[in-house]
């Protein structure tokens, strides 16, 4: 792979790649240009929050050229960019996927929690000590998933499994390991017994991802809430089966936000 990739950073802070630089990466014939890129906008790829068509000013943008008007080029989403590359018949694939992977992964991780961040980190961690938050941060992921996909929910499952980095049959390998029964116990049974601080990192990856927010971004939130979590020594609890003198004080404004305003009510 001769040719470099550029990576351009937008005044969002977005980094994005230009079609024609990762057209010319790829090795990819001149000629064929026009015809790629129109594909590549209009293919169908398994992006993080779902199977779906690119989506305009949000994986791409149309990039005006002035000395070219007539070449039709485009700003495009690093996720996108690697799913291109993946689908590509370039030679260099594998090599530019794990380059645009590796400038994700930065993009998301270099930067240091503000003090006002980590304070918001923890009171979520500690919202997510209640039964009820976590399984409303649950449905409103499942709901945001549903939306993206057509309305189906297919493979949502797999998809949650994906974005947490294990699944169920790891939990009941895990379990076996331990001497645990899980026998009839569901995902969230099986943590209580494993790993109950864990709910609270998957119940803050839920909640974040339904606010829109990225999946690598989710992840890294949801690691520092249950380290936090650690720190401070919470526990889990089932607030649906009534209080719990021992429980943390939790704002209530947050908690609204994410169990809605109906549950509060019925709360």
Known sequence: MEATLEILVSTKGTKVVTATALHQVLELTDHHFPANTRRWVKDVYQFEDGIRRAVVMKDYAPRKIKDTPLIEDYYLSLELAKLIALHSRSRNKLKVARLLQEQ???????????????????????????????????????????????????????????????????????????????????????????????????????????????????????????TLAQELDLEIYDDLLGGNIFAPQVDSNLVQQVVGQQQMERA
């Open 104 to 226: 994700e992964e930065s993009g998301n991780t270099s930067s240091l929690l503000s003090t006002e961040e980590i304070l918001q980190v923890m009171e979520l961690a500690k919202a997510m000590t209640m039964r009820s938050c976590q399984e409303a941060a649950e449905r409103r992921h499942a709901q945001i998933y549903q939306r993206r996909n057509a309305g189906s929910a297919a493979n949502w499952w797999q998809h949650r499994q994906s974005v947490l980095g294990y699944s169920l049959e790891e939990l009941r390998h895990r379990a076996l390991v331990q001497g645990v029964g899980s026998k009839g116990k569901s995902f969230r049974q099986l943590l209580l017994k494993l790993d109950p601080l864990e709910l609270i990192r998957v119940g803050v990856i839920d909640h974040l991802i339904a606010l829109g927010k990225p999946q690598q971004y989710a992840c890294n939130l949801g690691n520092v809430a249950k």
